[in-house]
C-alpha cells in the first residue's frame, strides 16, 4: 500500500516493490563495474549541454572523473592495507533539499564501495535535479549500451514521497545504514523508525559554517587577487542561496579593527558581484528574503547590539558583532540569502574561543592553513574532554566551501559506507 | 511628547483629514514623525538600538533616515516605550502566514488619539451621525471574550460609528433573511451602515445571495469592508468585480474598504468614490522596490513603507510592512481629497522554509 506514494525516479519503470524484495546485489569496494557506471555518468554529465551553465554540475561530473575514482581507489587500498573491507549491503539516502547535487555524493561514493542503495530525493522542484535524473535514467534504462547491463545498474533506486512516517519506517527496517542528510529536523523525524540491531546511521546535523579573511593582507592584495576572493567567496556563500551548511555565514577579520576601509570595500564589490550574477544562483534574491533579512538583523540590534554595516549596499546584509562570540540564539537567527555576521579579530588566537560546536567549514584568505589549525589546536584539546564532537570539520580555502570531499562532518565516508569483511555477513532482507 | 500631542490636537481640529497638500502636510508630518523618533529613541532601548546600528546621529538626521522598522519585530519582540503600569490596552495581530501574535501595547494618550483620529477620518466618510448598523458577520464572534478573535475586535472597533447593531448571518453563517428584512422595513429610506470583513462579505453575504437567488434592497447603506483580499486570491476576485456583485445583489453603491495593521495606531487608509486608498493627514506611504527595498520611482508597485503620528507608548511610528502597493499619485485624486493615494495588492510571498532541514 505505502507503494502507491512512492514515485520512482530512476530507473525509470523500475518497480519500487521488486526492488526491495529482491537480494541487494553487492560489489567488492571499488569493483571495476561500479567504476565504470559512475565514470560513465561523469562524461555524460560533462559533455549533456544542459549541464553547461551550472557549475555545481560541472564540478559534480568533473570530481567522478574516472582519474579521481582510481584516486579514491588508492586511497582506500592504502588506508585499508591489511585487513580486507566489504560493503555493509542497502543503503538508505535521506537527502537534502537546499543542496540539489549533495544526492548524487552520497549515492555514488555508497555505491562505489558496493551498496545497494536506495535514494530519497526532495520533492521540491529543481531543474538540476532534473538533469541529474534523466543522465541517471540514459545510464540506467538504455538497453543499447553496455553500462544499463552492468550488474551494478541494478543498484540503485532513487525515489521521492511526501513526508510519510509508514515509508521511512519500512525503508528503515530494510537499511544496512542510513546516511541522514537534511539536518536535525530530518534526524529527529528519522530517529523515531526503527531500524536492524546491525544498522548504523551516518548522521548530518545542522551545521554551521564561516570565513576567516586577513585583512591585512586582503589590503595590499593586488586588483585580481581582490577580485577573485569577491568571486569565490560570493560562490561559496550564494549557490545555494547560503543554505548549504558549509557556505559561510560569520566572516571573522584578522586585525579587521585596523583595515575598515578594506573591509567596506570588500563587501561593496560583493554586493556588486551579486547585482550581476543572483539570477544565476537558484533561488535568486527574492522581496520576501530581504524583509527578512531586516527583520533579522533588527532583531540582532535588539537583542545583541550590533551594527548595520551595509546600509547603503542592495543585496548584501552585514551586521557587526562587537561582543564576540556569537552565541547559539544569534547564530538561530541567521536566515541565509546573504545575511553576514562579522566579527573583527585581533590575533588568530582569539578565533578558537569564537567558534561554537556545530562548526563546519572554516574557508580563509591570507593565511596558511597549518597557522590555522595551530590556532585552533586548543580548542580541539579542550574540547575533546568534554565532548568528541565539535570543533572545526574542515579547513578550506575561500572557493572551495562547497567543494566534496569524502570525509564530511567527521565521517570518512568511504570507511563507514564500509565494515570489516566477515563471512556470512551477507545482509539479507 | 506635547510636541506630537500639539500636532496632533491641530491636525484633529481641521475640517477633513484629507485637506493638506504636500508642501502644508509635510511642515507638522516631518517634525511629529521627528519628535517621535526621539521619543522612541529616549525610552525603549530596543528602538535605541536599531537606531544606533544604522548609523545615525540623534541630534541630526532627517525625517526619512528615521529607521523602518520590520512588522514581524512584533512578534518577536516586546517593544514598548512606556512603563508596564502605563499600558492600558494590548492589540494583537493573528498573522496569516505565522502562529506568532505581534503584541502592541497602547497607554492611555495612544488609545485615545486613536479612537480620535479613527473618529475623525471615518465621519469624513459617514457623517456626524451614528447610523443604523448591519454587522456582516455572526452575533458570536463578539461573545467569546476568550477567544475574542481580531475580527471581533475590528467589530467592536466599528461599532461605535453605527447604532442598533444587527447581524446578517446566523450562528451557522447564513444569511439571517428574517433579521436583514426587518432591519431595511426600520430604516427605510435613509442611510444605514454595513460592516464587515472582506472574505466575509465576499463568501457568506454576496456569494450566499447569489445562491439563494434572492436580493436585498439596500441601496441607501454605505459599505465599509476591511481585512484584506488574501482570502479571496485565489478565487482571483478584484475590487471591481467585488462592487460590481455587490451593486448587483444588493444596490449598495457606496463602498469603502479600508486598510490598516493592528501594528500601527492612526493609519487607516479608506477607499475613495474612484477606488484608491487615501492617507489622512495623520499617515504617510513610501513605496520602496519589491527588488532592493531602495525608494521605487512613482507608479511602480513595490512595498509598502507606512507611517503614523499616533505611536507614542511603542515605537511604530515608521514600518516595514510586507504588503504591496502602487502610488497612483499625490494631491490630485478626482475625489478632490489631497495626500497621497494607492492601491494595495497583495502580500510579499513567502518564500518556502529552506536550510539544511528540509528535505520536503
Ligand atoms: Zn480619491
Known amino acids: 500500500?505505502?507503494?502507491?506514494?512512492?514515485?520512482?525516479?530512476?530507473?525509470?519503470?523500475?518497480?519500487?516493490?521488486?526492488?526491495?524484495?529482491?537480494?541487494?546485489?553487492?560489489?567488492?569496494?571499488?569493483?571495476?563495474?561500479?567504476?565504470?557506471?559512475?565514470?560513465?555518468?561523469?562524461?555524460?554529465?560533462?559533455?549533456?549541454?544542459?549541464?553547461?551553465?551550472?557549475?555545481d554540475l560541472i564540478a559534480l561530473a568533473y570530481w567522478f572523473r574516472k582519474a579521481h575514482l582510481f584516486e579514491l581507489k588508492q586511497n582506500f587500498i592504502n588506508q585499508n592495507q591489511g585487513c580486507r573491507r566489504q560493503a555493509r549491503g542497502l543503503a538508505f539516502h535521506i537527502t537534502p533539499a537546499n543542496v540539489d547535487t549533495m544526492f548524487v555524493y552520497s549515492l555514488f561514493l555508497s555505491l562505489l564501495v558496493g551498496n545497494s542503495n536506495i535514494v530519497r530525493v526532495s520533492s521540491k522542484k529543481s531543474q538540476k535535479q532534473d538533469i541529474i535524473i534523466d543522465v541517471l535514467n540514459q545510464l540506467l534504462c538504455d538497453t543499447t549500451n553496455t553500462t544499463s547491463n552492468n550488474p551494478a545498474a541494478q543498484s540503485v533506486l532513487i525515489i521521492n514521497y511526501p513526508h510519510n512516517s509508514q515509508i521511512n519506517d519500512e525503508l528503515s527496517q530494510l537499511a544496512d545504514i542510513r546516511l541522514i542528510w537534511g539536518g536535525d529536523q530530518t534526524i529527529k523525524t528519522?530517529?523515531?523508525?526503527?531500524?536492524?540491531?546491525?544498522?548504523?546511521?551516518?548522521?548530518?546535523?545542522?551545521?554551521?559554517?564561516?570565513?576567516?579573511?586577513?585583512?591585512?593582507?586582503?589590503?595590499?592584495?593586488?586588483?585580481q587577487t581582490f577580485n577573485q576572493l569577491v568571486s569565490h567567496f560570493v560562490n561559496d556563500a550564494y549557490l545555494y542561496g547560503q543554505q548549504a551548511c558549509s557556505s559561510p555565514r560569520t566572516v571573522f577579520w584578522l586585525n579587521g579593527e585596523k583595515q575598515q576601509a578594506i573591509i567596506e570595500r570588500f563587501w561593496r564589490c560583493v554586493d556588486g558581484v551579486l547585482?550581476?550574477?543572483?539570477?544565476?544562483?537558484?533561488?535568486?534574491?527574492?522581496?520576501?528574503?530581504?524583509?527578512?533579512?531586516?527583520?533579522?538583523?533588527?532583531?540582532?540590534?535588539?537583542?545583541?547590539g550590533v551594527t548595520f554595516k551595509s546600509v547603503n549596499l542592495r543585496w548584501v546584509t552585514c551586521v557587526e558583532f562587537a561582543n564576540a562570540p556569537i552565541s547559539q540564539d544569534a547564530r538561530a537567527l541567521h536566515c541565509g540569502n546573504g545575511l553576514f555576521y562579522q566579527v573583527a579579530l585581533k590575533q588568530l588566537n582569539d578565533l578558537a574561543s569564537m567558534l561554537a560546536d556545530n562548526e563546519q567549514t572554516l574557508s580563509y584568505f591570507g593565511l596558511e592553513h597549518k597557522q590555522i589549525s595551530h590556532a585552533l589546536e586548543h580548542k580541539q584539546i579542550s574540547h575533546a574532554l568534554e565532548q568528541a564532537a565539535g570543533a572545526v570539520n574542515r579547513i578550506v580555502p575561500i572557493g572551495c566551501a562547497l567543494t566534496f570531499s569524502t570525509v564530511w562532518d567527521g565521517y570518512d565516508l568511504p570507511q563507514s559506507l564500509t565494515c570489516e569483511y566477515h563471512k556470512g555477513n551477507k545482509s539479507k532482507h | 511628547m506635547n510636541d506630537i500631542t500639539n500636532i496632533l490636537d491641530n491636525l484633529l481640529s481641521q475640517d477633513t483629514p484629507?485637506?493638506?497638500?504636500?508642501?502644508?502636510?509635510?511642515?507638522?508630518?516631518?517634525?511629529?514623525?521627528?519628535?517621535?523618533?526621539?521619543?522612541?529613541?529616549?525610552?525603549?532601548?530596543?528602538?535605541?538600538?536599531?537606531?544606533?546600528?544604522?548609523?545615525?546621529?540623534?541630534?541630526?538626521?532627517?525625517?526619512?533616515?528615521?529607521?523602518?522598522?520590520?512588522?514581524?519585530?512584533?512578534?518577536?519582540?516586546?517593544?514598548?516605550?512606556?512603563?508596564?503600569?502605563?499600558?492600558?490596552k494590548t492589540l494583537t495581530s493573528s498573522g496569516t502566514t505565522s502562529q506568532q501574535v505581534a503584541k502592541i501595547l497602547l497607554d492611555a494618550p495612544t488609545s485615545r488619539y486613536q479612537t480620535k483620529v479613527l473618529v475623525h477620518i471615518l465621519q469624513s466618510f459617514l457623517g456626524k451621525k451614528r447610523l443604523?448598523?448591519?454587522?456582516?458577520?455572526?452575533?458570536?464572534?463578539?461573545?467569546?471574550?476568550?477567544?475574542?478573535?481580531?475580527?471581533?475586535?475590528?467589530?467592536?472597533?466599528?461599532?461605535?460609528?453605527?447604532?442598533?447593531?444587527t447581524y446578517a448571518l446566523d450562528n451557522n453563517m447564513a444569511i439571517d433573511f428574517a433579521a436583514i428584512k426587518g432591519f431595511i422595513e426600520k430604516y427605510p429610506n435613509q442611510p444605514i451602515l454595513l460592516f464587515g470583513f472582506t472574505f466575509m462579505v465576499w463568501q457568506h453575504f454576496i456569494e450566499a445571495l447569489?445562491?439563494?437567488?434572492?436580493?436585498?434592497?439596500?441601496?441607501?447603506?454605505?459599505?465599509?469592508?476591511s481585512g484584506g483580499w488574501k482570502k479571496l486570491q485565489r478565487q482571483a476576485l478584484s475590487n471591481s468585480d467585488f462592487k460590481a456583485a455587490l451593486e448587483q445583489t444588493t444596490g449598495i453603491t457606496g463602498v469603502h474598504n479600508f486598510y490598516g495593521m493592528a501594528e500601527q495606531v492612526g493609519s487607516v487608509l479608506v477607499e475613495c468614490e474612484q477606488g484608491y486608498l487615501h492617507c489622512s493627514n495623520f499617515s504617510d506611504i513610501?513605496?520602496?522596490?519589491?527588488?532592493?527595498?531602495?525608494?521605487?520611482?512613482?507608479?511602480?508597485?513595490?512595498?509598502?513603507?507606512?507611517?503614523?503620528?499616533?505611536?507614542?507608548s511603542y515605537p511604530g511610528h515608521r514600518l516595514l510592512t510586507e504588503d504591496t502597493a502602487t502610488l497612483i499619485g499625490e494631491d490630485d485624486c478626482q475625489c478632490g481629497r489631497l495626500g497621497?493615494?494607492?492601491?494595495?495588492?497583495?502580500?510579499?510571498?513567502?518564500?518556502?522554509?529552506?536550510?539544511?532541514?528540509?528535505?520536503?
Open chain 1, 1 to 55: 500500500m505505502s507503494a502507491d506514494t512512492i514515485t520512482v525516479l530512476a530507473p525509470k519503470g523500475c518497480s519500487y516493490l521488486a526492488f526491495i524484495e529482491t537480494e541487494p546485489a553487492m560489489f567488492a569496494p571499488f569493483s571495476v563495474e561500479s567504476i565504470a557506471l559512475v565514470s560513465e555518468f561523469s562524461q555524460r554529465l560533462m559533455s549533456d549541454s544542459r549541464a553547461k551553465s551550472f557549475g
Open chain 1, 190 to 223: 528519522l530517529s523515531q523508525s526503527s531500524t536492524k540491531p546491525t544498522c548504523i546511521d551516518l548522521k548530518f546535523a545542522d551545521k554551521y559554517s564561516s570565513a576567516l579573511i586577513d585583512a591585512s593582507v586582503l589590503k595590499d592584495a593586488g586588483e
Open chain 1, 275 to 304: 547585482n550581476e550574477k543572483r539570477h544565476t544562483f537558484d533561488h535568486g534574491i527574492q522581496t520576501a528574503d530581504q524583509l527578512n533579512k531586516v527583520t533579522k538583523s533588527q532583531q540582532l540590534a535588539i537583542d545583541y
Open chain 2, 18 to 88: 484629507y485637506g493638506l497638500n504636500a508642501a502644508q502636510k509635510a511642515l507638522m508630518f516631518k517634525p511629529g514623525l521627528k519628535a517621535l523618533t526621539r521619543l522612541h529613541f529616549d525610552n525603549c532601548i530596543g528602538y535605541h538600538n536599531i537606531f544606533a546600528a544604522n548609523g545615525l546621529d540623534i541630534n541630526d538626521f532627517t525625517a526619512q533616515q528615521t529607521p523602518a522598522l520590520s512588522v514581524q519585530l512584533f512578534k518577536h519582540n516586546e517593544l514598548v516605550s512606556v512603563s508596564k503600569e502605563q499600558v492600558i
Open chain 2, 132 to 165: 443604523p448598523m448591519l454587522i456582516i458577520d455572526h452575533p458570536n464572534v463578539i461573545k467569546d471574550r476568550q477567544s475574542f478573535s481580531a475580527r471581533g475586535a475590528g467589530i467592536v472597533g466599528l461599532s461605535t460609528f453605527g447604532r442598533d447593531h
Open chain 2, 210 to 225: 447569489n445562491q439563494s437567488g434572492e436580493t436585498l434592497d439596500l441601496a441607501q447603506a454605505i459599505l465599509l469592508h
Open chain 2, 286 to 312: 513610501h513605496i520602496q522596490s519589491s527588488e532592493d527595498l531602495s525608494d521605487a520611482p512613482p507608479g511602480q508597485a513595490g512595498v509598502v513603507v507606512i507611517e503614523s503620528l499616533l505611536p507614542m
Open chain 2, 340 to 360: 497621497k493615494y494607492i492601491l494595495v495588492h497583495n502580500r510579499v510571498a513567502r518564500t518556502q522554509a529552506r536550510g539544511c532541514s528540509d528535505v520536503g
